[in-house]
């Protein structure tokens, strides 16, 4: 599980960037918009990530903040959607613009992005015009019972998507977690916890 990395800034490309950190360097695949926000090569970078676990493959998905983290979750969480194409979506709408499209129904403008066609479109209104419309833009996605979660929170809720298990139910757990007050400590140890919950 890689939640984020911090290094030196090796390569840029239109599709992605090569971080090195402590030697090691990592590819990772990211948003037009998110590799225009990277400094230039040689300076040091702070990379939010996904790892995607596949039998065949795996791939790590970089991105420039929280926010467009939080909205490719919400992509991939609907089916028919993968990170690549959720991703493609995020280069050609930013977050927030793609929040109030979506609240609009504008599936003129979804589809304005490469490989996203009506049902698609449609399909991502139906499905995340109820969320953002509950959410800030500071959050996108990661607003319980109307309060900003905590940083814990979204740390374990990132982590257990990073495991593969799915945005609505990592963030049910979590908030299982606070309720019974489990929800603190170091995150290693509620990452267990959750997973306890989850396989129980």
Known sequence: MIDQLKGIVEHKTLTYAVLFVN????????????????????KEAHILTYLHV???????FGF???????????????????PKLALTILSGIEPSRLKDRVIAGDVVALTSVPGVGA????????????????????????EEGGES??????????????????????KKVCADLEKNGELSGELESVIKKALKQLMS
């Open 23 to 42: 030697g090691v360097g990592y590819k990772l695949t990211m948003s037009i918009n998110g590799l225009e926000s990277l400094p230039s090569k040689g």
């Open 119 to 142: 049902k698609t479109a449609k399909r991502i209104i139906v499905e995340l015009k109820e969320k953002f419309m509950k959410t800030s833009d500071d959050s996108l996605g990661f």
């Open 149 to 170: 979660v905590s940083q814990l929170f979204r740390d374990v809720v990132n982590a257990l998507i990073s495991l593969g298990y799915k945005p609505n139910h990592a």
């Open 64 to 82: 420039a903040d929280e926010k467009e983290r939080n909205v490719f979750h919400l992509l991939i969480s609907i089916s028919g959607i993968g």
């Open 54 to 60: 596949r039998e065949d493959i795996l791939n790590l």
